[in-house]
């Protein structure tokens, strides 16, 4: 029998790893003529009533949201439409692999933001780990400015916005799953005008890419990963999340066939290096 501690690491390393498939997803969906736009609209208004379902079998009020209404407003009136539209438009026009350790900067930018936000006190060791980090975003979109990639841009946008749903998200008082069935509501409403200017178009073969990108990378990862912490620590847990950029570079290259440099695997594990760092640093 596995015990609760292994099961809890299974899970989210489970949700790690779906959450890695989301940019391949977006790419084949992307292939067959869905905007980015669109895609992340639909994304958030078929994700509530999944959330919906989950607040019922775990017998959460979802009219208990008193407390929450200022971060359900502020995630979804804008962290989740500009998370979602930059990090799914970086995977339009760059690697999948690129975005995935791109985006694993937030909690480097949490480290740099904190100080100033919520004044946690910065520390020799986050300093370390902030330089780490930098040297592998420069590995990644490279030392020349002539040669950068926009996509790569807007990828390290999207892990600047995601540190926000870290340092807002402390602020949670009741489940973060009411939290993200409200939010992802607001969200739908607010990139509704984003995906009517990218006229919303969806072909019938990409629907199927559609519902994996629903339920499995959106509702049954942030599922395994919320059953997972009541098994193990937070910090357990956020070590073990850092699987989720390695299971995107290595489905992005054997199921559509992207390549990848050296320096690109170098640079992401050096972020990832860094992300552990302070993570663990960051143990009370």
Do not use: C
């Not at 609209?41 to 949201?65: D, E, G, Q, T, V």
């Not at 760059?94 to 350790?101: I, R």
């Not at 860094?274 to 663990?280: D, E, H």
């Amino acid at each position: 029998m596995v015990d609760r501690r292994k099961l809890g690491l299974i899970m989210i390393f489970m949700a790690a790893i779906l959450w890695g498939t989301t940019g391949v997803a977006a790419k084949i969906l992307y292939s067959n003529g869905v905007k980015p736009a669109s895609l992340v609209f639909l994304r958030m208004l078929l994700a509530s009533p999944f959330y919906a379902l989950f607040a019922y079998i775990n017998r959460l009020n979802l009219l208990n949201f008193s407390l929450d209404k200022k971060v359900i407003l502020v995630y979804g009136l804008l962290l989740i439409p500009s998370f979602n539209l930059t990090y799914f438009t970086a995977i339009n026009l760059t690697k999948v692999s690129n975005a995935a350790f791109l985006l694993y900067t937030a909690p480097i930018f949490v480290a740099i933001l904190s100080p100033f936000i919520i004044h946690e006190r910065i520390t020799i060791i986050k300093i370390i780990a902030v330089l780490i980090s930098v040297i592998g975003v420069f590995l990644i979109i490279g030392f020349d400015p002539s040669e950068l990639v926009l996509g790569d841009l807007i990828a390290l946008m999207a892990g600047l916005i995601y540190s926000f749903f870290f340092i807002v998200g402390r602020m949670i008082n009741h489940s973060p799953i009411i939290v993200n069935f409200y939010s992802s509501l607001i969200a739908s409403l607010v990139l509704l005008p984003f995906a009517l200017l990218s006229n919303i178009s969806f072909p019938i073969s990409a629907i199927i890419y559609l519902i994996y990108l629903v339920i499995f990378p959106t509702f049954l990862s942030y599922t395994f990963y919320l059953k997972g912490l009541t098994m193990v620590n937070a910090v357990d847990a956020s070590v073990i999340a850092t699987v989720e950029p390695l299971s995107a570079t290595i489905t992005g290259i054997t199921i559509i066939n992207e390549s990848f440099s050296v320096n690109v695997i170098f640079g992401g594990m050096l972020i990832l290096i860094a992300t552990i760092i302070i993570t663990l640093w960051s143990k009370p």
